[in-house]
């Protein structure tokens, strides 16, 4: 199977509709990471965001912060109008997490406009929802494959359309200017999911993605914060036989594009397995 690319922009207000009334109160880097990262939680400033060099050496593991460890899951479908799809999302209301019942232990969701794979640039939507990975089966219990009342009621209305799509994988490292989870997404911010099987174990792997040269490629591609880790085989749509999945943040949607650009010479890329 050919690796997964979705280079995408974040949606207008993305922030204003993603955030829980208790994310509020407690920033999403203390809730993803412990309280050892509590000194570290405030929201960067774009004055910091500008300094060079954007992202510290090398990965940060998960682990190494503490916390009961999380989970991302991309899902994707397409819809003829993302503008109309947005108003629905919009009609939830503010607390967009309340839809969850509580043994999901969602803890942030994100909504992003993509043209990826689409070859006259419809409209498509990719979601990324994080939560503590014992909650993964309520999580796929609630989503039903894309067959839950919320999105059979979508279907007959017309806003979710084309193929479902769901892959999962761990938060287990990052890349960013201070140790831990990226902060909260800002408006005009871009990202790129990539997910593809490997031909050599996620440790070899995670070496090459932390490399001096990576970090290099990945400052001039204006790349600010990462989040790395396995594939879910078990319960993923296209990468049943695991692998790994990335999500880079960037200062725009141009640089994601850029990216999109430079996979041909993105070292970590070549140790994928297609399947």
Not at 11 to 18: F, P, V, Y
């Amino acid at each position: 199977m050919s690796p997964i690319i979705a280079c995408a922009v974040l949606l207008t207000g993305a922030s204003s509709l993603r955030v829980a009334p208790t994310m509020v109160l407690q920033p999403r880097r203390d809730l993803l990471a412990g309280g050892a990262a509590a000194a570290a939680s405030s929201l960067l400033v774009p004055e910091a965001i500008a300094k060079k060099p954007l992202c510290l050496p090398g990965t940060n593991s998960a682990k190494a912060l503490g916390g009961p460890g999380y989970t991302i899951g991309i899902l994707e479908h397409d819809t003829p109008s993302f503008k109309a799809w947005h108003k629905v999302i919009e009609g939830i209301g503010s607390d967009l997490l309340s839809v969850y019942p509580p043994e999901c232990k969602v803890v942030d969701e994100f909504f992003i406009k993509t043209t990826a794979g689409k070859p006259n640039g419809q409209d498509a939507v990719l979601a990324g929802l994080v939560f503590e990975t014992s909650g993964l089966k309520a999580v796929k219990k609630f989503l039903g494959e894309g067959k839950s009342p919320i999105f059979e009621q979508g279907r007959r209305d017309g806003w979710l359309t084309g193929k479902w799509r769901e892959n999962y994988f761990a938060c287990a490292d990052f890349r960013g200017p201070t140790p831990g989870p990226p902060p909260q997404f800002q408006k005009g911010w871009g990202i790129c999911f990539g997910a593809h099987g490997l031909g050599v174990p996620y440790k070899d792997w995670l070496k090459v993605f932390g490399s001096p040269e990576v970090d290099a490629l990945h400052e001039s591609l204006n790349i600010q914060y990462s989040v790395c880790g396995p594939i879910n085989g078990k319960v993923s749509t296209d990468l049943s036989g695991g692998g790994v999945g990335v999500l880079h943040v960037t200062k725009s949607f141009k640089d994601t594009a850029r990216f999109d650009a430079a996979r041909a010479r993105v070292p970590y890329i070549r140790h994928r397995r297609d399947r």
